[in-house]
C-alpha cells in the first residue's frame, strides 16, 4: 500500500484507531550530493508520533497494521479517494464466471529491499503462510476467507482460488495484512523479520529503538505510485521518523515545538489549534459507526418495539455537539459515510428522534406509565443499562444517551468495563445494551456483529434472523458491485428497522500539519497521502 | 553477616514463588484472555479456540503453571503472547531507560528531600523550616502528571518561554551522561524524584530533631565540636537509619512506579510494559514484569538491610 494511513487499522475496534504520529523539521542534514549551494531541492523527514510499539512489523503475525506497515509494504491494490480499488503491485486482474477463481497478473521488475524479485511466487508464498497453522496469524488468515490455493500460472501470473466466492477479498488485499512478502527474507531471519521487516514500500526500514522510535528511508527505486498522484516516481521525502510519544499533552506540545510533524488533534484541543498559525488541516470521517447494540433475546428488549422505542429518543445533533465536540457527524445508518455501501438515503427507514411515537411503541408493547411518568409492566418498571468501555468518549456518550432515554421516563444506569473484560462479558448475554463501536471499511463487517452464527462471540446483540442472514450471506458471495450494493441496502434497511443497533455517529478527525511540509492530501477516511509531500531542504 | 545474607537469599525463594502463584491465578482469573485481546474483536470461535492450543491456554492451570515453572528454571522466562519475542528481551530492551531515570530521580531525591530535611531540623521554628514543610507537603500531594505538565509548559515549550525552554518535550536523548540526555532527562527525572523528595525531607527532619536529643550529640558539643560538625558527622549519620528504610522502599516504588512520568515523557522504559501487558492479558508478559519487580524489591530491601550496619555498628547480623 503506498499509501499513509495515519490511524492504525485494527479489527474492529474504533477505540484503537485514534493515533500518533508527527515529525521533525528537516533536522538531518540532505546528501551531500544534493546539497548545492543556495538551491532548495525536495526531501527532508517527515515525523510522526506513535502511542505504543507497533505488535510486530509482520504484517501476517500482528493483530493492526498502521502507518510503518503502510510505507514498507505495497500491496496487491489500492483502494482510491474514490473508494475503488486500483492497481498496484497486481497490474490487473479478472473474476471467473462463477466468482471462485481471481487472476491477477502482476507487475513486472519490482523488488524488495533485499534485492529479491516481486513474482508470483512470492504472491502463493504470502497468501500461504497466512493461512498456515504454525503462523498462528492473529488477523491475516481470516483475511483469506475461504482460501483454498495458490497456482502459479508463470512467473508474473497467479490463479487464487476459493472454495466459495467471498467478496470483501479486495478490501483485505488492500490491507498491508495480505501485503506480498519475499519468501527469502522471512525463511532466513524466521521471528527476527517482525523487527526486521523487508517489503517493496516505498520506504525501506532502518531501525527500531522499542518505546523510542522507529527510523525508515526512501526506496530510490520505488514505482508503484497511483494514478492520482502527481509524482510518478520515488516518493519525496528521504526520510520518515515515527517517535514514541505515547501521552496525548506531550504529543501536542511536540507538534508544536516543530518536534513532529503532523497530529491528529484531540477532540478539546481543536478550537486552539486552528486558531494559531503555522498549520495546515486536513479533515477526514472515520471508516466506522458508534452504535448503541440492545441485546434482542432478553425481555423485554426482544420485543422490537421496545428496540424501536428506544431509538426513538436518540437526539444524535445534540450527541455531537454536548457529547463529542462536534468531532463527529450524526449517523442514522450501520455504515459510516467514507465507507462503500453507504446510503444516506436510509436515513428515512430508522426511527428518527420522536418521543411521542416512542410512547406509542411502548403502549402496543404493553407497557403504562405510572404515576410517577415511568414506563411500567405488570408492575415491574422498565430499566436500562448500558455497558461500555472505561475509556473517552464512551463513558461521556453513554451520559448523554442516558439523559435522552430518561426523557421518555425511562431508568437508565451505565456500567463501565475495560476493553478485554467487556468483550469477554458480551456473549454471555446477561447485558441490556452496550455502547460500543467498530472500524472496518467493507459492509462485510455486519455479518461478523449480526449473523445467527456469530451469537456464540461477535453477535453483541444476540439477534437472529433468518432473512437478515441470508443477506449478509449473499453481501459475501456477491463480487459483482452493483449487485452487491442493492444486497447491502436490504441488509441495513433490516437492521434500521428491527433495531437491534441503534446507530449513533461516526468519528471526524482534524488532522494538523506543519506548513514546512507541502503537498500532503489525505483520502475521505483519513489515509494520508504523501505520493507529492515534501520538505524545502537547503 | 555471609550466613545471614544466605538466609535471606533462600527466604527470598518461598516470597518470589508465592508472588508468582498469586499473579498467575490472578492474570487467569480476570475476564477475557490474550488470545480474544489478540485477534479483531469479531473472530470466529475456531480461529480463536485454534490460537489458544497454538498457546497451550487450553491446558489446565495446573499444567500451565507448572509449565511456566519448569521454563523458569531453566532461565527461560516465556515469549510474549502479543509481540512473539522472548519476555527477557522485551524488558532489558527498556530496562536500562528505566534504571538510569530511576537513579538519576533517587539523586535528586535524595539531594533535595535529605538537604532540606536537615536544615528544617536544625533550624526548627525558622522560616526555612516552614517553607520546607510547607513545599514538601505540596509535592506529596500533587499528582505527577500534574507536576509533569507545569515542568513542561515551562521549560519544554519553545513558544511559551523560550528562555527556558532546555529540554526537549519528551524522549530520550543521545549517550549517557552526554548534554543532550541531561536536558531530556531533567524533567522526567525531578518529576519523578519530587515526591519522594518530599517524602525523604519530612521523614530527614524529624529523624534528625530525635537524635538531636540523644545524649551522645549532648556529649558531642559539651566537647565543643563545631555544631555542623556535630550534625553531619554525629547525628545526620544515625538518623539516616529509617530515612534508608524508606528510600528502599522508595527505590522500589520508583522503578515500579515511573509509569505515569515514562508515559508523559515519553521516556523508552520499562513502565508501560507491565500494564499495557494486563489491558493485554498478555500472561507471560505480566508474569514477567510482576516477576521481576518483586525480585528489585526483594534485593533492595535485604540491600537495605545490609546498609544499617554500615550506618550503625551496633547493628550486627549472624
Known amino acids: 500500500m503506498q499509501h499513509l494511513r495515519i490511524r492504525t487499522v485494527a479489527g474492529a475496534m474504533l477505540a484503537a484507531l485514534l493515533v500518533v504520529v508527527t515529525g521533525c523539521a528537516g533536522k538531518n542534514p540532505p546528501d551531500a550530493a544534493s546539497a548545492t549551494s543556495g538551491a532548495n531541492r525536495k526531501g527532508g523527514t517527515f515525523t510522526f508520533a506513535y502511542g505504543s510499539d507497533p505488535t510486530s512489523l509482520d504484517p501476517e503475525k500482528t493483530p493492526d497494521v498502521g502507518a510503518v506497515h503502510s510505507l514498507i509494504y505495497d500491496t496487491l491494490v489500492v483502494k482510491g479517494p474514490d473508494r475503488k480499488y486500483y492497481p498496484a503491485l ?411 443497533w441503534v446507530p449513533l455517529y461516526t468519528n471526524k478527525y482534524i488532522t494538523a500539519v506543519r506548513n514546512e511540509v507541502k503537498g500532503i492530501k489525505n483520502a475521505p477516511d483519513g489515509t494520508l497521502y504523501l505520493y507529492d509531500a515534501y520538505k524545502d531542504v537547503k | ?73 531453566h532461565g527461560n522466562w516465556g515469549t510474549s503472547i502479543r509481540t512473539g519475542r522472548p519476555i527477557l528481551e522485551e524488558i532489558f530492551t527498556r530496562f536500562p531507560a528505566t534504571v538510569e531515570l530511576t537513579v538519576v530521580a533517587l539523586l535528586v531525591a535524595v539531594a533535595i528531600g535529605v538537604t532540606a530535611g536537615t536544615i528544617a531540623a536544625v533550624r526548627r521554628g525558622s522560616a526555612a523550616d516552614y517553607i520546607t514543610m510547607l513545599l514538601s507537603m505540596l509535592w506529596v500531594a500533587m499528582p505527577s502528571f500534574v507536576l509533569a505538565l507545569l515542568l513542561q509548559l515551562l521549560f519544554a515549550n519553545k513558544q511559551g518561554l523560550p528562555m527556558l525552554a532546555f529540554a526537549p518535550s519528551s524522549g530520550r536523548a543521545g549517550p549517557v551522561l552526554s548534554a543532550a540526555w541531561w536536558a531530556s532527562i531533567a524533567l522526567p527525572a525531578f518529576t519523578l524524584g519530587a515526591r519522594a523528595a518530599a517524602i525523604l525531607a519530612r521523614l530527614t527532619r524529624s529523624s534528625v530533631l530525635d537524635v538531636l536529643r540523644q545524649d551522645y550529640v549532648r556529649t558531642a558539643r559539651a566537647k565543643g565540636l563545631q555544631e555542623w560538625t556535630v550534625i553531619i558527622k554525629h547525628a545526620l549519620r544515625n538518623a539516616m537509619i529509617p530515612v534508608v528504610t524508606v528510600l528502599g522502599l522508595q527505590l522500589g516504588g520508583l522503578l515500579g512506579g515511573a509509569f505515569l512520568t515514562e508515559i508523559i515523557f515519553a521516556w523508552p522504559g520499562v513502565g508501560r510494559l507491565g500494564v499495557t501487558a494486563v489491558f493485554n492479558r498478555d500472561l507471560p508478559l505480566i508474569q514477567g514484569t510482576v516477576l521481576l519487580v518483586s525480585i528489585i524489591f526483594v534485593g533492595v530491601n535485604l540491600l537495605v538491610d545490609l546498609s544499617y550496619s554500615l550506618l550503625d555498628p551496633k547493628v550486627k547480623y549472624s
Open chain 1, 90 to 500: 497486481a497490474e490487473k486482474w479478472q473474476v471467473s464466471p462463477d466468482g471462485k477463481v481471481i487472476t491477477f497478473n502482476l507487475k513486472q521488475g519490482v523488488k524488495f529491499h533485499n534485492g529479491e524479485p516481486f513474482n508470483a511466487e512470492s504472491v502463493k508464498f504470502t497468501f500461504d503462510r497466512a493461512v498456515a497453522k504454525e503462523t498462528k496469524s492473529p488477523q491475516s488468515g481470516g483475511f483469506m476467507g475461504p482460501y483454498e490455493k495458490t497456482e502459479i500460472v508463470n512467473d508474473y501470473e497467479v490463479k487464487v482460488y476459493f472454495k466459495e466466492p467471498y467478496a470483501p477479498i479486495f478490501q483485505n488485499l488492500s490491507t498491508s495484512f495480505l501485503a506480498p512478502l519475499p519468501p527469502k527474507a522471512v525463511k532466513e531471519k524466521g521471528d527476527a523479520f517482525g523487527r526486521e521487516p523487508v517489503g517493496t514500500g516505498a520506504f525501506k526500514f532502518v531501525k527500531w529503538q522499542n518505546s523510542d522510535s522507529i527510523v525508515l528511508e526512501k526506496n530510490p527505486d520505488w514505482t508503484q505510485s497511483p494514478d492520482w498522484a502527481t509524482n510518478k516516481g520515488a516518493m519525496l521525502f528521504d526520510r520518515v521518523v515515527f517517535k514514541h510519544v505515547p501521552d496525548e499533552n506531550s504529543q501536542l506540545l511536540a507538534l508544536q515545538n516543530g518536534e513532529i510533524d503532523v497530529l491528529d488533534i484531540p477532540g478539546p484541543q481543536v478550537e486552539a489549534i486552528r486558531k494559531s498559525p503555522g498549520y495546515q488541516f486536513l479533515e477526514s470521517t472515520a471508516a466506522g459507526v458508534v452504535y448503541l447494540g440492545i441485546n434482542s433475546q432478553k425481555a423485554p428488549f426482544s420485543d422490537p418495539k421496545v428496540r424501536q422505542a428506544i431509538a426513538s429518543t436518540i437526539d444524535r445533533d445534540e450527541l455531537v455537539t454536548n457529547g463529542l465536540f462536534g468531532l463527529a457527524v450524526a449517523n442514522y445508518t450501520p455504515i459510516s459515510p467514507s465507507v462503500w455501501g453507504y446510503d444516506e438515503g436510509l436515513k428515512s427507514k430508522g426511527w428518527p428522534l420522536d418521543l411521542a411515537k416512542a410512547g406509542q411503541l411502548l403502549t402496543e408493547a404493553g407497557f403504562t406509565k405510572n404515576a410517577a411518568g415511568k414506563w411500567e409492566k405488570g408492575g415491574k418498571p422498565l430499566t436500562f443499562e448500558i455497558m461500555t468501555y472505561t475509556s473517552q468518549p464512551y463513558p461521556r456518550v453513554a451520559e448523554v444517551v442516558q439523559n435522552q432515554i430518561a426523557k421518555l421516563g425511562i431508568t437508565v444506569t451505565i456500567k463501565t468495563l475495560e476493553s478485554a473484560s467487556l468483550l469477554a462479558a458480551t456473549p454471555k448475554g446477561e447485558h441490556d445494551s452496550v455502547l460500543i463501536a467498530y472500524g472496518w471499511s467493507d459492509p462485510d463487517i455486519l455479518f461478523n456483529f449480526l449473523h445467527s452464527s456469530r451469537l456464540a462471540n461477535s453477535n453483541r446483540v444476540h439477534y437472529v434472523n433468518s432473512d437478515l442472514d441470508k443477506l449478509l450471506e449473499q453481501g459475501r458471495v456477491t463480487l459483482n458491485l452493483d449487485d452487491r450494493l442493492k444486497v447491502y441496502q436490504q441488509a441495513q434497511t433490516h437492521i434500521l428497522q428491527n433495531a437491534p
Open chain 2, 1 to 73: 553477616m555471609g550466613r545471614y545474607v544466605l538466609r535471606r537469599l533462600l527466604l527470598a525463594i518461598p516470597t518470589i514463588l508465592g508472588i508468582s502463584v498469586l499473579t498467575f491465578l490472578m492474570a487467569h482469573a480476570a475476564p477475557g484472555d490474550p488470545i480474544s485481546v489478540l485477534v479483531p474483536d469479531y473472530a470466529s470461535a475456531e480461529d480463536i479456540a485454534r490460537l489458544r492450543a497454538a498457546y497451550g491456554l487450553d491446558q489446565p492451570l495446573p499444567v500451565q503453571f507448572w509449565t511456566y515453572l519448569v521454563n523458569l528454571a
